[in-house]
């Protein structure tokens, strides 16, 4: 029996091969009029591989956020820590950890030339939700007042957010994701103090 390994693309490249032919192709030809068989004819795999890592063409682009979103909740979800609101700062910063989603960031800075304004607006506006969940039901469980557990966490949804389209804007590699992203959170640092301000001048 030959022991030579099979050819063909190796399984592991796959997801990233498809997200370059994918934006390959929305650049060339815009969003809409790309298909899923058009991404799989461009990278050259099968449809039942793309459906291996995506269940959309709009998931090429958010795959690497998701995963990182979908840790954060978890992370959440399990901690019954005494400082809730140091975990949840923690975890929220851990998803700019050695980010990379070229793809995300090549649609963002393209939007215009891909015709993927209004696709991005609504699934960015997901992906805000997603963490403000996961934030405002940790920050309850750590006896955060409700309202203010939901303002927060929608700061910190928005923060994930507005980082990553800033660095995005700037060009991927000009600097780290992290570091944008510990700016917006300092932002955000600062609204429960000055949420108190008016009241307490009342």
Same mark, same amino acid.
């Not at 700019?96 to 649609?107: G, R």
């Not at 405002?136 to 409700?146: F, K, N």
């Not at 959170?185 to 429960?192: F, G, R």
């Given at each position: ?13 796959? %997801? ?44 090429? +682009? ?7 979103? *979908?840790?954060?909740?978890? %992370? ?19 998803? /700019? ?28 506006? +997901?992906? %805000? ?10 920050? %309850? ?12 966490? *929608?700061?910190?949804?928005?923060? &994930? ?14 600097? *780290? ?6 700016? /917006?959170?300092?932002? &955000? ?6 949420? &108190? ?6």
């Amino acid at each position: 029996m030959s022991s030579e390994p099979r050819t063909g693309r190796p399984r592991a490249s796959s %997801r990233e091969v498809l997200a370059e032919a994918a934006c390959e192709l929305f650049l060339e030809r815009g969003y809409d009029a790309t298909s899923i068989a058009d991404i799989t004819s461009r990278a050259g795999v099968s449809r039942s591989s793309f459906f291996n890592y995506f269940s959309s063409k709009g998931d090429v +682009l958010w795959a690497a956020l998701d995963e990182r979103i *979908a840790a954060l909740r978890t %992370r959440l979800h399990s901690d019954e820590g005494p400082d809730a609101a140091t975990t949840v700062r923690a975890a929220v910063a851990e998803i /700019a950890d050695d980010f990379e989603p070229e793809s995300l960031a090549l649609a963002m800075a393209n939007s215009a030339a891909m015709g993927i304004e209004d696709e991005l607006e609504r699934e960015s506006a +997901l992906r %805000r939700a997603r963490i403000a969940r996961a934030v405002a039901d940790r920050l %309850r469980r750590g006896g955060e007042d409700a309202l203010r557990a939901e303002v927060l966490a *929608a700061a910190y949804g928005g923060a &994930v957010l507005a980082s990553v389209e800033l660095w995005a804007d700037e060009g991927p590699g000009r600097r *780290a994701l992290g570091s944008v992203l510990d700016r /917006a959170l300092t932002v &955000v640092a600062t609204l429960p103090a000055a949420a &108190v301000l008016p009241a307490a001048a009342s």
